[in-house]
């Protein structure tokens, strides 16, 4: 089955402590992104990645870092620098590249990590 | 204020119902709009998308787009219990804006239809 598996479902974060959210697909999709989602805030976008060995911040970068040493792989680290880390964070993906708008264009999520603080 | 606007509910409504939401924006770059549907505890999955005004039916599903007023909507027919969910909005500009294809989401509104 194809899609997006993000790990764990659940993470618990202790003062000062960096953890590290899993994001792998098998959709061979070019873009990748992570959102963070709070409640009454919608979706709001943290990290994006094009393409492999490339990455830009979002619109709530900070306290965050992620790689994307692998194509199938988006890892975001929530760092202690990121003073409210509660939330729910979602990875997506989009294919990208050329072809009909809707196979380029849309993206799909995976099923989310929520983090919590000690 | 906020580029897309959505009201967050909740609406509850009995099942059947005709259920109506709706999201302002200020971006009138955005020229690809869509509906994603989240259930509780998981990520939002699209339901449809429309491109520039006008409507666009899916079954009990209708989206709206009036560019003139910065305002679409989502209609769902015949309500039913398995529609309750959170409803995100999501904007995107044309060709020619951004080459990463980033989307804009509304806050969301949080639906239940019982039974």
């Known amino acids: 089955d194809g899609g997006i598996t993000q790990s764990p479902k659940y993470l618990f974060r202790k003062e000062g402590q960096n953890v590290t959210l899993s994001c792998e697909q098998n959709l061979n999709h070019d873009a990748m992104y992570w959102y963070r989602q709070d409640p009454g805030q919608g979706l709001r976008l943290i990290y994006y990645?094009?393409?492999?060995?490339?990455?830009q911040k979002g619109d709530i970068a900070e306290g965050y870092s992620v790689s994307r040493e692998k194509k199938e792989s988006f890892p975001l680290t929530v760092t202690s620098a990121q003073k409210n880390p509660t939330a729910f964070y979602l990875c997506?993906?989009?294919?990208?590249?050329?072809?009909?708008?809707?196979?380029?264009?849309?993206?799909?999520f995976g099923a989310g990590t929520r983090l919590s603080v000690l | 204020q906020k580029e897309v606007e959505q009201d967050p509910g909740p609406l509850s409504v009995p099942e059947g119902a005709i259920v109506s939401l709706n999201c302002t924006y200020s971006?009138?770059?955005?020229?690809?709009f869509m509906w994603y549907r989240q259930y509780s505890r998981k990520g939002p999955e699209l339901l449809m998308y429309?491109?520039?005004?006008g409507n666009k039916e899916d079954g009990r599903f209708t989206a709206q787009v009036d560019k003139s007023s910065k305002y679409i909507s989502l209609f769902i027919r015949d309500s039913q219990p398995s529609d309750s969910a959170t409803y995100l909005c999501a904007m995107m500009v044309g060709a020619g804006g951004t080459s990463y294809g980033k989307l804009t989401f509304g806050q969301g509104t949080i639906l239940t239809v019982h039974p």
């Open positions: 429309t491109y520039s005004s």
């Open positions: 990645s094009q393409i492999v060995n490339d990455f």
């Open positions: 971006n009138s770059a955005f020229q690809y």
């Open positions: 997506a993906s989009r294919r990208s590249g050329t072809g009909p708008f809707l196979a380029k264009n849309i993206q799909y």
